[in-house]
């Protein structure tokens, strides 16, 4: 083991029982012979203003956020990078040299280096991208996929009014649709994402018709359980490639053990096995 002081990290949320963080950090940890852990930080919505400033008195490096906390917990750092303040939400906290707290949003990087893993030439002006949904997830997306040079981002969601007020936030390239108009917006583009919760372990399928949808466009859902969601399954059948969830899970957790334990992690067969073992 590691002569370095003992580092300690978690992800605080509630309920954080179910996350997979906890097995992808720990196993980097056990890999790179770290001294440390990573550990479930179950709080309460009313004790979210205790426990964040506790972290560096407790001796952590740092934390993930999870639900519900990932908008209210910015209020309770000392500083809030640039991106997690584009984003309007943070999912790590990383407790500084002299104590203090600061925000990140890794999710966009994550989702980013997901589609570059898939498709090492991936590139995001390669033609129109439609996405669906308007909640956290697709905030993360929509900006991420812009910052890379979108060229249009065909926005929809079942309540129309979500998608136009964060159409109207990001401005350009972002254009808001109505949801009934989604079987559609899937003529031309190069990019189909979805991060609405459909689809995912018991929930309803995602009702969309990929008719419309160009054989060569890359079709991306955010939901890793399960892994191969009906739209997924839907796209591969007809001959799109696809991407599921669990890259950005994964990738969106590399900066977080970088900045925590000083290492950068790789993402391994191994370790995506082990992760899929717990599903």
Not at 124 to 142: E, N, W
Not at 180 to 201: F, K
């Amino acid at each position: 083991m590691s002569s370095l002081p003992f580092g300690l990290a978690g992800i605080m949320g509630w309920p954080v029982a179910h996350s997979r963080s906890p097995a992808i950090h720990n196993h980097w940890i056990r890999k790179y012979g770290l001294n440390g852990a990573y550990v479930q930080l179950p709080v309460a919505p009313g004790k979210l203003a205790l426990a964040v400033p506790g972290l560096a008195a407790l001796g952590f490096r740092g934390c993930n956020i999870t639900i519900p906390h990932k908008v209210d917990a910015m209020q309770l750092v000392d500083e809030v990078d640039i991106m997690a303040k584009r984003m309007g939400a943070m999912n790590t906290i990383v407790v500084q040299p002299d104590g203090s707290l600061k925000g990140f949003n890794n999710d966009g990087f994550g989702y980013i280096q997901s589609l570059i893993d898939a498709q090492p030439d991936w590139r995001a002006d390669a033609g129109p991208i439609t996405v669906l949904g308007a909640g956290g997830a697709a905030r993360a997306v929509v900006l991420s996929l812009a910052d890379r040079g979108a060229k249009e981002i065909r926005l929809l969601n079942r309540t129309f009014d979500k998608a136009e007020a964060l159409a109207n936030e990001f401005g350009v390239p972002v254009k808001a649709l109505p949801w009934e108009e989604r079987h559609a917006a899937l003529a031309d583009v190069a990019l189909l994402v979805n991060t609405t919760s459909q689809g995912m372990h018991g929930q309803p399928d995602l009702d969309l018709n990929l008719d419309a949808l160009p054989k060569h466009a890359l079709v991306s859902d955010v939901i890793y359980v399960p892994l191969e969601t009906p739209l997924l399954a839907a796209a591969r059948k007809r001959g799109n490639p696809t991407v599921n969830g669990l890259g950005m899970l994964l990738n969106q957790a590399r900066p977080a053990f970088h900045a925590w334990f000083g290492v950068m992690p790789e993402i391994t067969e191994e370790l995506k096995q082990a992760l899929i073992a717990t599903f």
